[in-house]
């Protein structure tokens, strides 16, 4: 049963244009929402999150959108650069408690096209 | 500041032995975690530390997996005996303390093959 899923395997997207990666959440108990970036060989690198009391948090050219009652959380990357082609992972978590290890997506492969 | 620091890199192994892997998070840093990343799929949380006590195994193979933080600082994770299906990126993170808003950072994980 996946929790947090990322329905696009790959997105390729041209230079200088709006990068839009996808994700939706099952568990509505997951109250805070992170993006990592991967490139290969590499662990995962954190980008941005969004606390589920907010729906939108923007940090230089990445803003990342949650729509609670959809379940559904967007990251848009303006304008794309070709250093952004890597692997994206959505990852949620329950706050609170002491137990808060992220559950991740299979993670969206993102190519920028010169 | 130095990052999450894991060794060895790459690990090979035949099925049925002993493997272990070494973490030392960022300094300060209270809450360690172990992820497994089977290819093609997202990590997936393996064990948690607060300091030096177990907060999270839920998740971890007790019969072949273990993981010790014994002074709260770096931590081991072992596999006894090793399956195929272990193959995988072993990935540490930590950040300053769990349960809040503090991401986790990453190290580069270690990457197991099992012949």
Known sequence: ??????????????EGRISILNCDYTNSMFDYFLWYKKY??????????????????????????????????????????????????????????????????????????? | EAGVAQSPRYKIIEKRQSVAFWCNPISGHATLYWYQQILGQGPKLLIQFQNNGVVDDSQLPKDRFS??????????????????EDSAVYLCASSFAGGNNQPQHFGDGTRLSIL
């Open chain 1, 1 to 14: 049963d996946q929790q947090v899923k990322q329905n696009s395997p790959s997105l390729s997207v041209q």
């Open chain 1, 40 to 114: 290969p060989a590499e662990g995962p690198t954190f980008l941005i999150s969004i606390s589920s009391i907010k729906d939108k948090n923007e940090d230089g050219r990445f803003t990342v959108f949650l729509n609670k009652s959809a379940k559904h959380l967007s990251l848009h990357i303006v304008p794309s650069q070709p250093g952004d082609s890597a692997v994206y992972f959505c990852a949620a978590k329950v706050r609170g408690g002491g137990a808060d290890g992220l559950t991740f997506g299979k993670g969206t492969h993102l190519i920028i096209q010169p």
């Open chain 2, 67 to 84: 993981a010790e933080r014994l002074k709260g600082v770096d931590s081991t994770l072992k596999i006894q005996p090793a399956k195929l």
